[in-house]
């Protein structure tokens, strides 16, 4: 009797998740996810304690800010934050930044 030989391909599961996340439904969803927390990440957790919602939509970030004053003075730097924002994802992502 002859050894049947294994047909399958023995991958790593780093190299399965890797392709389930690669597919361009998953890809898309896991790339805004980690767009709206970037926000947190690079603003840190005073502004993060003022922020509502943050939700990315067609290029445009957009923030629900709590404080007016604090939505005035971000104001005055959203092309700067967009700037670090996109830095921090590693390119282009954000066109522009809005503040509600």
């Known amino acids: ?12 599961l780093k190299d399965v998740l890797k392709d389930v996340i690669t597919q361009k439904p998953l890809k898309k969803g896991v790339q805004n996810i980690r767009i709206c927390n970037s926000w947190g ?7 993060q304690q003022y922020t509502s919602q943050v939700r990315f939509s067609h290029k445009i970030l957009y923030i629900n800010i709590n ?5 005035m ?15 921090h ?7 522009k930044v809005v503040l509600n």
Do not use: D, H
């Open 89 to 95: 994802l590693g390119g282009e992502f954000i066109r």
């Open 1 to 12: 009797m002859e050894r049947s030989e294994n047909k399958f391909n023995i991958k790593s």
């Open 67 to 71: 404080s007016a004053p604090l939505k």
């Open 41 to 47: 990440e690079v603003m840190g957790g005073n502004i």
């Open 73 to 87: 003075e971000l104001k005055y730097r959203l092309e700067i934050i967009k700037e670090q924002l996109n830095t």
